[in-house]
Structure formats: C-alpha cells, structure tokens
C-alpha cells in the first residue's frame, strides 16, 4: 500500500471552465471553434454539443469537428449524457452551445418546474438536477466552453411622483444565476463580435480592451494552463469555504486593506449560499 502523495498543484491540471455569453447573432459559435481550435490545434479533438438546430454546421468549413445534435426536451440528464459522450470519445475540448435551453428550453428546468406545479417548493426536485449538470461541467476532464445567450432585461423603478417606469437595465445572461462564479474565464461578446472578459481567473485578459476572438486568443489559454504553478485568489478561497466557520477562518486571517475591501459583497454572498444551505 503506497503512501499518498503530496503533489505541487501545476496548472497543466486545468481544465479551463471559459463562458461566452453573447445576444443572437453575436458569434459565439464561431468563436468558441476558434477558441478550441488555438488550444487544441486538432479539429478532431473538439465537439460541439448543439442546440442550436444545428447552428454549428455553418461552420464545418472550418474543419472536421464532432457534434453532437441535442433535440427538446432539455433537460439536465440529456446534456449530461452528452458531456460523457464527449469524454468517452477522446475529445479535449467540449463547446456547449447553448446552455440556455437547459434553464429556459423546452423540457428544461423551468419548464420541469413548472410542470410540477409551478410552486416554489418544486424546486426541491428541480435543483439537484441542474446541480448535477453544473457539477459534471465543473468535473470534465476536458476543456469546456459553455455558451449562453443574453436577452435584454428590464428595471422597475418609482419616479418621484410614484408613477412606476420600466427601464432597460442591461443584458442578462438566460441561466441560473451564480453559474459565472464557476468559471475560470467569461468572454461577453457585443454584436460586433468584440468581447471582453466580465470575470477572469488568468489575468490574461481584465481590464484590457475590448478585442476579437480568434486561434490566437485559445494558444494564450493553452499555454496559461500549462505553465507554472496555481495561484488561488482569495476569491477562489471565499467560494471554496463549505462551512461559515471556515468562511470566518478565512476571513479573520486575511489582513486589512482595499483588498479586504473589496472582497466583503463576496464573502456575503458566500456566507448567505452557505446559510441556505444548512437551514
């Protein structure tokens, strides 16, 4: 019986979690290929995973990817079954495009819900089941882009008077709501396919211009992951806590500062996800 050994953490380990959230017609399609292809520089070790109604196929000019066509109804087991379809043929990188259709499609998890009975205490039976769809995108052996559409989303709001105006409040991505906390990387793409990164665990690309996804941008990604050691964030620390003593732990040892600061909305967040969670 061997001993267990202690090994240093390199990010060849990593698999990367990247998002891309674009409105329809924003390219997302597109550039998640390209993206795969820069990482993997073989066309045969990437598969799209389309619900679309073959959306992908506008591209097979490109070269010679796999895709999987997955029909309604969506629900979170059928995109599972996919995810290992994908692994088990060998693939290094899984496009999912889109992940919407599993939260707001025909047979996805609101409409699960929904058939329940619509009340809130459904989604007692809903949720373990997107959990363990999120979990097996989390867990993949693979790379896995995972595309989301955005729609517009509107604001309520009082004027002065009382009188209630909508309002346009930006874009919102169709998936439950914390999924980019998951992610390594989250490209939002405008409609003239320039993106930016809205969260980003690289370093690679915050804070810098707006810019277009190509091969390029995927050997960036690939080399990230395979050089040097990882790096936690306190942010990946704070969203790793399974308990609010560990929470506090962590928190109490983090010294003052802007940094601290800046992170007290996050360790809320958390300690709230994990107060639902033990009630």
């Known amino acids: ?59 097979s000019h490109l070269g010679e990817f796999n895709t ?11 995109y599972i079954e996919a995810i290992k379809a994908c692994e088990d043929g060998g693939m ?25 009975g ?3 205490h459904h989604w007692a039976k809903v949720t373990p089941r997107h ?35 909508v309002e346009k409040a930006g874009l919102k991505e169709i998936t439950r709501e914390g999924f980019e906390y998951e992610l390594t990387l989250n490209f939002n793409i405008e409609i003239n396919h320039h993106a930016t990164a809205s969260k980003d665990r ?16 995927g050997k960036q990604l690939i080399d990230w992951c395979n050089n040097g050691e990882v790096v936690k964030t306190l942010s990946d620390k704070i969203n790793e806590c399974l308990t609010i003593e560990e929470l506090s732990v962590l928190w109490a040892s983090i010294p003052k500062g802007t940094e601290k600061d800046n992170l007290i909305e996050l360790k809320d967040k958390r300690k709230n996800e994990l107060t639902i969670k033990t009630e």
Not at 1 to 12: E, P, S, V
Not at 40 to 59: C, F, P, Q, R
Not at 68 to 78: C, K, S, T, V
């Open 131 to 165: 959990d363990a769809f999120i979990n097996s995108i989390l867990q993949s052996k693979c790379h896995i882009i995972s595309c989301v559409r955005r729609k517009q989303d509107y604001e309520m709001t009082k004027d002065s008077t009382g009188k209630v105006k």
């Open 202 to 217: 690289t370093g690679l690309f915050m804070d810098k211009p707006d810019f277009i996804i190509s091969s390029d941008i």
């Open 1 to 59: 019986n061997k001993m267990m050994q202690l090994k240093k953490a390199t990010r060849k380990q990593v698999k990367l979690r990247l998002g891309m959230s674009a409105v329809a017609g924003g390219g997302k399609t597109m550039s998640a290929l390209l993206l795969a292809y820069g990482m993997t520089n073989d066309w045969s070790k990437i598969a799209v995973i389309d619900t679309e109604n073959g959306s992908a196929s506008l591209y």
């Open 68 to 78: 999987i066509d997955l029909q309604a109804p969506f629900n979170p087991e059928r």
């Open 92 to 116: 290094e990188v899984i496009i999912i495009d889109s992940i919407t259709h599993e939260w707001d499609g025909k047979g996805g998890c609101l409409d699960i819900q929904n058939q329940a």
């Open 118 to 120: 619509g009340r809130y």
